[in-house]
C-alpha cells in the first residue's frame, strides 16, 4: 500500500492545550481574539472548522445588541442542520455577562415559518421586539429581493460559511452584502473555515474586501493547542479498476471513519450508489442486521468485533432521517462507541459534527478545494484518546485503455494542488520582512542559541502563536494599507489561486524545459495581478514575494522532515522544525534563492513512485501534447523582469546564456521585438 500513497503530509503538533483553554468570560483564544475586534463594523472571521466561530459569533452579536445600539441580529447559515449551531448558550455559566437565546419560533432552521412561509417569518421579526433570528442564506436572499436593504438598517447580519458568497454578479447573497456594503447602514460578522472557493473566483472584490477587519485564527494554532490530537496525515491514494475492490486497502474497520462514496456523475462511480454501499458493508464483515433504535448496520468483523456502520446513502428518507437523527443524540458525542463507521454521499460534510472521527475518507475527486477542506475538518476535532487523524483521497489512476484520460489527468493535477493548499493551510503563519541595515528582533521572537545576529538573515519563531519572523534579503515590502493586509491575512488566498492555475500545475509538474523561475516570477506576477489590479507595480510585486516565499518555504520545511530521521522520530512540532532546520542551513536566504525553488519539484517526486510507468507518461504525454507556447502577457512579464535584470547588471539576458532563467527573458524580449516587426509590416 506505501508505494501508492501519493502527495502526503504528516504534520505533528505540539498539543499544549493552548486552544482550548478559556479566559475568564468563558472565551477560548480565537473567541477572545474576535471579542477584541467587537466594534467594529465589519468584520471577518478566519477559522477552522471546530474553532469556536458559532460562539464567538455569540459573545460579539450580544455586545452589539447590548452597548452597540443594534435593534437585532440576523444569523444566516448555508443549510438547516447548521442552525443548530446557534441554539441556546448559557454563556453565563462559563463566566460572560449574558446567555444566548433565540426564541424557538425565529430559528427557522427548525421551525415552519409563520403567515404562509419563512420570508414572511423575516418580515414579521423585524417588526417585532425580539433579538436574534437564525435563517438560512436562501432565505436571507428571498427576504432581501421582497423587503429590500433598507429594511434591515441598524440590524447585525451574521453570514456563516461565508465561502458560499462570490464575487460573481450572478451570486445573488454576493451582490446583496455589496448593496449592504454600499449602503453602509448594518453591521457584518462573516465567518468561514476556508476563505477560498473552488471555482477559483473571489469570495469579495478588493473594493469590498477592503471594508473588513480580518481576525485570522489559523489550522495550526487550533492542532497545536489541542490537548490530544498530536498527528494529522493528508494523503492521496491512486487506484485502478472498481474502488470498491481496493477500499479496504486505506479503510481501516478499528478507525471512527467518514466514507463519501463519490458523487453518481463522477467517473469514479459505478453509478449504483445503494450497491457501492452494500459492497462495503460485505468487504468489512458478516451483516447480523440493523439496529432497530438507531437505524445502524450491526456488520461483525473477523474478529468477531460488532462494526456500527450509518448509512446516510439510503434513499428512503424515513430509515436515512433515523439514522441522521441517531447520529445528533448526546451519547454521539460523549460515547466513543455508539458509532463506528458513516457512509455518506452529500452529507456529514459542512457543520457535521463528530468528534471521535479519526478518518475522513472520501472516493473521487471534489471539484471543491473548500469542499475538501470542509472534510478533513471532520477528522479534526479534539476528543480524548484521540492522538492521529488522517484524510485519505481515493482517486482513480489514468489508464492507458481510458477514454477519458483527459479528464482522469485534470483530477490528478487537481489532486496535487488540493495536496499543496493543504499543506500551505496546516502551516505556521511567516511574517516576512527585507532584510536591511535598520532590522532588529522582535518581541516575543526566539532567534536561536545564539540570538539575533544584525550581520545576517535571522529567523524568530514566537511559541505562544506559532509564528515566523524570517528576514530576507531583496524582499520588497508592501507600501499601501491593502497590500500589508493581503501580505499579513491573504497568502493563502493567493497561493490557492496558484495552485489551482492548470498552467501551473502543468507546467510544474511535466514541463521539462520549465524553470522555475517561469512559474514563481512569471505566473504567479500574472495572478496577482489579475487578483489585486487596484494595487501598484511595487505592492503586487510585494505581494508576489511573500506569498512565493510562503509556499516555497512550506514545500522545502516538508522535504527537510521526510528526509531527517531525527524530525520524523520527534514528539513535537514537526514542520516546524522543518522550517527552522531549513532557514539555519541555508543561513542567509533572499529573494533570488526563494524564486528559483519549484514548489512541484517534491510533488512530481512522490508522484513517479506512486503511479506506474504507464501512467505517468499517459499524464505526460496529454500535457505535452497541449504545452503552451509563450503568450503576449507572458512576453511582456519576461521583458518587465529583462529591464530588472539591466539594472542590476548592466547589461540585456542574452539568449546564449546557460542560465536558463537568463536565456527565458532573453526570449521575451525578441518575442515583442518580432511582433513589434510583424505589427509594422516588415
Same mark, same amino acid.
Given at each position: 500500500?506505501?508505494?501508492?500513497?501519493?502527495?502526503h503530509v504528516?504534520?505533528n503538533?505540539?498539543r499544549?492545550?493552548?486552544?482550548?483553554?478559556?479566559?475568564?468570560l468563558?472565551?477560548?483564544v480565537?473567541?477572545?481574539?474576535?471579542?477584541?475586534k467587537?466594534?467594529?463594523?465589519?468584520?471577518?472571521i478566519?477559522?477552522?472548522?471546530?474553532?469556536?466561530?458559532?460562539?464567538?459569533?455569540?459573545?460579539?452579536?450580544?455586545?452589539?445588541?447590548?452597548n452597540q445600539?443594534?435593534?437585532q441580529?440576523?444569523?444566516?447559515?448555508?443549510?438547516k442542520?447548521?442552525?443548530?449551531s446557534?441554539?441556546?448558550?448559557p454563556?453565563?455559566?462559563f463566566g460572560f455577562?449574558?446567555?444566548?437565546?433565540?426564541?424557538?419560533?425565529?430559528?427557522?432552521?427548525?421551525?415552519p415559518?409563520?403567515?404562509?412561509?419563512?420570508?414572511?417569518?423575516?418580515?414579521?421579526?423585524?417588526a417585532?421586539?425580539d433579538k436574534?433570528?437564525?435563517?438560512?442564506?436562501?432565505t436571507?436572499?428571498?427576504?432581501v429581493d421582497r423587503f429590500g436593504?433598507?429594511?434591515?438598517?441598524?440590524?447585525?447580519?451574521?453570514?456563516?460559511?461565508?465561502?458560499?458568497?462570490?464575487?460573481?454578479?450572478?451570486n445573488?447573497?454576493?451582490?446583496?452584502?455589496?448593496?449592504?456594503?454600499?449602503?453602509?447602514k448594518?453591521?457584518?460578522?462573516?465567518?468561514?473555515?476556508?476563505y477560498?472557493?473552488?471555482?477559483?473566483?473571489?469570495?469579495l472584490?478588493?473594493?469590498d474586501?477592503?471594508n473588513?477587519?480580518?481576525i485570522t485564527?489559523?489550522?495550526?494554532?487550533?492542532?497545536n493547542g489541542?490537548?490530544?490530537?498530536?498527528t494529522?496525515?493528508?494523503?492521496y491514494?491512486?487506484?485502478?479498476?472498481?474502488y470498491?475492490?481496493?477500499?479496504?486497502?486505506?479503510?481501516?474497520?478499528?478507525?471512527?471513519?467518514?466514507?463519501?462514496?463519490?458523487?453518481?456523475n463522477?467517473?469514479?462511480?459505478?453509478?449504483?450508489?445503494?450497491?457501492?454501499?452494500?459492497?462495503?458493508?460485505?468487504e468489512l464483515?458478516s451483516?447480523?442486521?440493523?439496529d432497530?433504535?438507531?437505524?445502524?448496520?450491526?456488520v461483525?468483523a473477523?474478529?468477531?468485533?460488532?462494526?456500527?456502520?450509518?448509512?446516510l446513502?439510503d434513499?428512503?428518507a424515513a430509515?436515512?432521517?433515523?439514522?441522521?437523527?441517531?447520529?445528533?443524540?448526546p451519547?454521539a458525542k460523549?460515547?466513543?462507541?455508539h458509532v463506528?463507521?458513516i457512509?455518506?454521499?452529500g452529507?456529514?460534510?459542512e457543520?457535521?459534527?463528530?468528534i471521535?472521527c479519526?478518518?475522513?475518507?472520501?472516493?473521487g475527486y471534489?471539484?471543491?478545494?473548500?469542499?475538501?477542506?470542509?472534510?478533513?475538518g471532520?477528522?479534526?476535532r479534539?476528543a480524548?484518546?484521540?492522538?492521529h487523524?488522517?484524510?485519505?483521497?481515493?482517486?482513480?489512476?489514468?489508464?492507458?485503455?481510458e477514454?477519458a484520460v483527459?479528464d482522469?489527468? =485534470?483530477?490528478?493535477?487537481?489532486?496535487?494542488?488540493?495536496?499543496?493548499?493543504m499543506?500551505?493551510?496546516?502551516?505556521p503563519?511567516?511574517?516576512f520582512?527585507?532584510? =536591511?541595515?535598520q532590522?532588529?528582533p522582535v518581541?516575543?521572537?526566539?532567534?536561536?542559541? =545564539?540570538?539575533?545576529?544584525p550581520?545576517?538573515?535571522?529567523?524568530?519563531?514566537?511559541?505562544?502563536?506559532?509564528?515566523?519572523?524570517?528576514?530576507i534579503?531583496?524582499?520588497?515590502?508592501?507600501?499601501?494599507?491593502?497590500?500589508?493586509r493581503i501580505?499579513?491575512?491573504?497568502?493563502?488566498?493567493v497561493?490557492?489561486?496558484?495552485?489551482?492555475?492548470?498552467?501551473?500545475?502543468?507546467?510544474g509538474l511535466?514541463?521539462?524545459?520549465?524553470?522555475?523561475?517561469?512559474?514563481?516570477?512569471?505566473r504567479?506576477?500574472?495572478?496577482?495581478?489579475?487578483?489585486?489590479?487596484?494595487?501598484?507595480?511595487?505592492d503586487?510585486?510585494?505581494?508576489?514575494?511573500?506569498?512565493?516565499?510562503?509556499?516555497n518555504?512550506?514545500?522545502?520545511?516538508?522535504?527537510v522532515?521526510?528526509g531527517?530521521?531525527?524530525?520524523?522520530?520527534s514528539?513535537?512540532t514537526?514542520?516546524?522544525?522543518?522550517?527552522r532546520?531549513?532557514a539555519?542551513?541555508?543561513r542567509?536566504l533572499?529573494?533570488?534563492l526563494?524564486?528559483?525553488?519549484n514548489?512541484?519539484?517534491e510533488?512530481?517526486?512522490?508522484l513517479?513512485?506512486?503511479m506506474?510507468?504507464e501512467?505517468?507518461?499517459?499524464?505526460?504525454?496529454?500535457?505535452?501534447?497541449?504545452r503552451i507556447?509563450l503568450?503576449?502577457e507572458?512576453?511582456?512579464?519576461?521583458?518587465k523582469r529583462?529591464?530588472?535584470?539591466k539594472q542590476?547588471?548592466?547589461?540585456l539576458?542574452?539568449l546564449?546564456?546557460?542560465?536558463?532563467w537568463e536565456?527565458?527573458?532573453?526570449?521575451?524580449i525578441?518575442?515583442?521585438q518580432?511582433?513589434?516587426?510583424e505589427?509594422?509590416?516588415d
Open positions: 500500500m506505501a508505494d501508492k500513497s501519493i502527495p504528516s504534520v503538533y505540539a499544549t492545550g493552548r486552544s482550548k483553554k478559556s479566559n475568564e468563558g472565551m477560548r480565537m473567541q477572545e481574539r474576535a471579542y477584541e467587537r466594534g467594529e463594523q465589519y468584520l471577518l478566519k477559522s477552522p472548522p471546530a474553532s469556536g466561530k458559532s460562539r464567538a459569533l455569540m459573545f460579539i452579536a450580544l455586545d452589539k445588541l447590548h445600539g443594534l435593534t441580529a440576523i444569523i444566516v447559515v448555508p443549510e442542520s447548521i442552525g443548530a446557534f441554539n441556546n448558550e454563556l453565563r455559566q455577562w449574558a446567555d444566548w437565546q433565540v426564541e424557538p419560533k425565529w430559528n427557522l432552521c427548525n421551525a415559518g409563520e403567515d404562509g412561509g419563512k420570508v414572511n417569518s423575516v418580515k414579521a421579526f423585524l417585532s421586539n436574534v433570528l437564525v435563517c438560512t442564506h436562501a436571507l436572499r428571498f427576504a436593504v433598507a429594511a434591515f438598517d441598524n440590524r447585525l447580519i451574521a453570514v456563516d460559511e461565508f465561502h458560499h458568497v462570490s464575487a460573481n454578479p450572478d445573488k447573497l454576493g451582490a446583496h452584502l455589496g448593496q449592504f456594503l454600499a449602503r453602509n448594518v453591521h457584518i460578522v462573516a465567518m468561514t473555515g476556508s477560498f472557493r473552488g471555482d477559483a473566483v473571489a469570495v472584490t478588493p473594493q474586501e477592503a473588513f477587519e480580518t485564527y489559523t489550522y495550526y494554532e487550533q492542532l489541542y490537548e490530544y490530537l498530536k494529522l496525515d493528508i494523503g491514494y491512486f487506484y485502478s479498476g472498481a470498491s475492490n481496493e477500499i479496504l486497502s486505506v479503510l481501516d474497520p478499528n478507525e471512527k471513519t467518514i466514507i463519501h462514496i463519490p458523487n453518481v463522477s467517473r469514479e462511480s459505478t453509478k449504483d450508489k445503494i450497491k457501492e454501499v452494500e459492497h462495503i458493508i460485505e464483515g451483516w447480523k442486521g440493523i432497530p433504535e438507531t437505524g445502524f448496520h450491526l461483525e473477523s474478529n468477531g468485533k460488532i462494526i456500527k456502520i450509518a448509512d446513502v434513499d428512503d430509515r436515512r432521517d433515523k439514522v441522521s437523527t441517531a447520529l445528533k443524540l451519547e460523549h460515547n466513543r462507541d463506528d463507521i457512509i455518506a454521499l452529507m456529514a460534510k457543520g457535521f459534527d463528530w471521535w479519526e478518518h475522513a475518507l472520501t472516493v471534489r471539484s471543491s478545494l473548500t469542499e475538501i477542506i470542509q472534510i478533513i471532520r477528522a479534526t479534539d480524548k484518546g484521540k492522538t487523524a488522517r484524510f485519505t483521497n481515493l482517486i482513480a489512476e489514468p489508464n492507458a485503455e477514454e483527459v482522469a489527468v =485534470n483530477d490528478t493535477l487537481k489532486a496535487i494542488a488540493a495536496s499543496l493548499l499543506e500551505q493551510v496546516l502551516a503563519r511567516f511574517n520582512t527585507p532584510k =536591511n541595515k532590522s532588529g518581541d516575543g521572537y526566539d532567534y536561536g542559541e =545564539n540570538g539575533y545576529d550581520k545576517s538573515s535571522n529567523v524568530g519563531f514566537n511559541e505562544s502563536t506559532g509564528q515566523f519572523q524570517i528576514e534579503k531583496g524582499l520588497v515590502a508592501p507600501k499601501s494599507d491593502d497590500a500589508q501580505c499579513q491575512e491573504d497568502l493563502n488566498e497561493i490557492t489561486a496558484f495552485v489551482q492555475d492548470k498552467t501551473t500545475l502543468e507546467r511535466f514541463d521539462q524545459e520549465m524553470v522555475p523561475e517561469e512559474l514563481t516570477q512569471v504567479m506576477a500574472t495572478i496577482v495581478k489579475e487578483k489585486y489590479p487596484e494595487l501598484d507595480d511595487e503586487q510585486e510585494a505581494v508576489r514575494q511573500h506569498a512565493i516565499a510562503a509556499l518555504l512550506t514545500q522545502k520545511a516538508k522535504e522532515v521526510n531527517s530521521d531525527e524530525l520524523q522520530k514528539g513535537s514537526a514542520l516546524i522544525d522543518g522550517v532546520k531549513f539555519m542551513d541555508v542567509d533572499d529573494i533570488d526563494i524564486d528559483r525553488i514548489p512541484f519539484n510533488a512530481y517526486a512522490v513517479s513512485k506512486a506506474t510507468e501512467s505517468l507518461k499517459q499524464v505526460a504525454a496529454v500535457i505535452s501534447a497541449k507556447n503568450s503576449l507572458d512576453a511582456r512579464m519576461l521583458a529583462a529591464l530588472t535584470f542590476e547588471r548592466n547589461r539576458p542574452s546564449t546564456s546557460q542560465d536558463p536565456k527565458r527573458m532573453a526570449e521575451g525578441a518575442y515583442l518580432q511582433k513589434a516587426k505589427a509594422k509590416g
